[in-house]
């Protein structure tokens, strides 16, 4: 997931820098010329992980599990941009990687879902139940390797939970 978003962004930052060459010589300001590049090869990573999951596995069962899952999935799907790319990637911990966002965005859109998710009511049976959810987010430095760039993501995330959960780091 991460590789290939990063994949795109650099053949799309060649795309950018070939068009900013031909924008300079029609006589577009350098100033906007650098923002459109700044933004083109900007990529974030939002990591998230529903708070004390294996509990509602534990207490209420799978199923119940499942129909969590399942709805949070719905909710990254409803609020994600079309050229987001949201996936679980593995337990109760889900990944978004957002292009064209810097961290102050990218926090604000965090903040968005991690309360919507927190608003979300999740009914399987007679069990009626809320969740929350805690963020790590992470911008792309333009070189690092996917896997490094998760970690920094996963670092953050850490920080949230050990900070009392239900939160977004940057």
Known sequence: LIKLALSIGAQREGAVHS???RATEAGVSPDAINQVIALAATIGLMVLDLDHF?????THGHDVG?????????????FTRYHDVAARVGGEEFAVVAPTMDLE?????AERIRKAISELVIE?????????SSFGLALWDGREAAD???????????QAKTTGRNRVCA
Do not use: H, P
């Open 19 to 21: 068009a900013a060459r």
């Open 124 to 132: 399987s049976g007679n069990v009626r139940l809320k969740v929350t």
């Open 66 to 78: 499942d129909e969590v899952l399942r709805r949070v999935a719905q909710c990254l799907k409803d």
């Open 148 to 158: 490094a760039f998760y970690k920094r993501a996963d670092k953050m995330l850490y």
């Open 105 to 109: 965005i990218l926090a604000k859109f």
């Open 54 to 58: 294996k509990s509602v596995n534990d």
